[in-house]
């Protein structure tokens, strides 16, 4: 699996916003179909205390067209300042995900036949950091600076 999108997310300041959205425009009048499921997931996000700004500028990536045709979906992921990762999904999500907290919402940005889901314990704070960090491509002494920052 790949995960190098991932990577810009590492090290940013919380809180995060995650926006997992169906964008896909059937025709012309399609754009206002994206504004429209937008408008009631970031209603969501308001009462949850996600900030203007940062709502405002995910607004304006779901009104502009990502030039895909036929169904696909969008996860935008920002920190507390701006938005980090903007990547078009294969599949639409089957409902809009949206969270506003601590962490980034990493759910399976879409369903996939690649893989089987693994359902288990859920793993403790940072119980894998060190294998995905080294996935991701970081070096034994790039992930113990993290650990000694406090990112991991």
């Known amino acids: 699996m790949d995960l190098h999108w991932l990577k810009p997310l590492l090290g940013r300041p919380s809180p995060f916003t995650t926006v997992y959205l169906d964008v896909t425009r059937a025709d012309a009048a399609g754009e206002a179909e994206a504004t429209d499921r937008w408008k009631a997931v970031r209603r969501q996000l308001e009462r949850d205390g996600a900030p203007a700004r940062?709502?405002?500028?995910?607004?304006d990536l779901i009104a502009t067209p990502t030039g895909v045709r036929g169904p696909h979906g969008?996860?935008?992921?920002?920190?507390?300042?701006?938005?980090?990762?903007d990547r078009v999904l294969a599949e639409p999500p089957a409902q809009a995900h949206a969270v506003f907290g601590p962490v980034p919402a990493l759910l399976p940005p879409a369903g996939t036949d690649a893989f089987a889901a693994r359902m288990g314990a859920v793993p403790a704070l940072g119980e894998h950091s060190r294998?995905?960090?080294?996935?991701?491509?970081?070096?034994?002494?790039?992930i113990a600076?993290?650990?000694?920052?406090?990112?991991v």
């Open 74 to 85: 969008r996860v935008i992921v920002s920190d507390a300042d701006s938005v980090v990762v």
């Open 131 to 142: 294998a995905i960090l080294g996935e991701l491509g970081y070096a034994a002494d790039e």
């Open 54 to 59: 940062v709502l405002d500028e995910i607004g």
């Open 145 to 151: 600076e993290f650990r000694a920052r406090g990112v």
